[in-house]
């Protein structure tokens, strides 16, 4: 069991500070599965050239796996559901979790320490609409991915950057859109996408990281020399971490946004 750090004083007196002491939610053992039995054929991956294919009907061939891609870049994708969870929830959440770092940490107790919005003002600006809120914004962020803790820059874009279409956002195509480029001084360059539709109980959640990526000048890059591939292991790490932190916000969240969706 991982050990979590003490909360200070001031910490302790944070109404949601009680979230922290909870015991993190069981990665289902279909999931336990899919990490132990190794990497998904790279043919069944979701190209980055190909995201838009994300708001087609259906679901694609394998939505919970992780590979190397021909190219060398790494790639994973995580379904999760997520009951009595709405879309804006979800777009809350994002908005509310990187404002005060205890909110960051009792998403995952085990492996988050802060998440700093750079942006405050739009954040809070009440005519900025909750799903924009995001959007256009950065964060500074430090957790533990599996291989250590580090700080990571985290700037989310406005869908169209990514070349979604973002009328599409909030429709039954696409219930909501969360999509950004991870920065490490000490790892590779990863754009994800964290898209969200409508269930008959809530919301699922389709995470998608390609890792190797980043943006320049308006445009996605690959951004690993060509003959080089990402280590298998960070793509692995990285998926049971995204199955971790989001079965975990999915049995929580609901509460919380009930308790604090007017607190900012």
Not at 42 to 56: A, C, H, N, Q, Y
Not at 92 to 99: G, N, P, Q, T, V
Not at 177 to 201: K, Q, W, Y
Request: hydrophobic share 40%.
């Amino acid at each position: 069991m991982v050990e979590r750090q003490e909360l200070s004083e001031k910490e302790r007196k944070f109404s949601y500070s009680k979230y922290y002491d909870l015991p993190m939610t069981e990665i289902s053992e279909e999931k336990k599965h899919i990490i132990q039995r190794g990497p998904m054929s790279p043919m069944d991956g979701l190209p980055i050239e190909k995201r838009t294919e994300l708001f087609l009907p259906g679901y694609q061939k394998v939505e919970t796996g992780y590979c190397i891609m021909a190219d060398g870049t790494g790639y994973l994708a995580n379904l999760t559901k997520m009951p009595g969870v709405t879309s804006e929830m979800f777009e809350w959440w994002f908005a509310w979790h990187a404002l005060e770092d205890l909110r960051y940490r009792i998403w995952d107790p085990e492996d988050h320490f802060y998440a700093r919005q750079q942006n405050l003002e739009k954040v809070l600006d009440p005519k900025v609409p909750m799903r924009e809120k995001t959007w256009g914004t950065t964060h500074l962020i430090m957790e533990n991915v599996g291989m250590g803790a580090s700080e990571l820059t985290l700037k989310f874009f406005y869908p169209s950057e990514l070349g979604f279409d973002e009328s599409k956002v909030g429709t039954k195509d696409c219930a909501a859109l969360i999509s950004a480029m991870g920065h490490s001084p000490v790892a590779v360059n990863a754009i994800m996408t964290h898209f969200v539709r409508e269930t008959e109980d809530g919301v699922e959640l389709r995470s998608r990281f390609w890792i190797g990526y980043g943006m320049e000048n308006g445009n996605v890059i690959k951004v690993i020399p060509d003959g080089v591939e990402v280590p298998v292991v960070v793509a692995r790490s990285l998926l049971n971490h995204c199955m971790k932190e989001f079965t975990h916000l999915a049995a929580i969240l609901p509460q919380i946004y009930k308790e604090n969706k007017d607190r900012w």
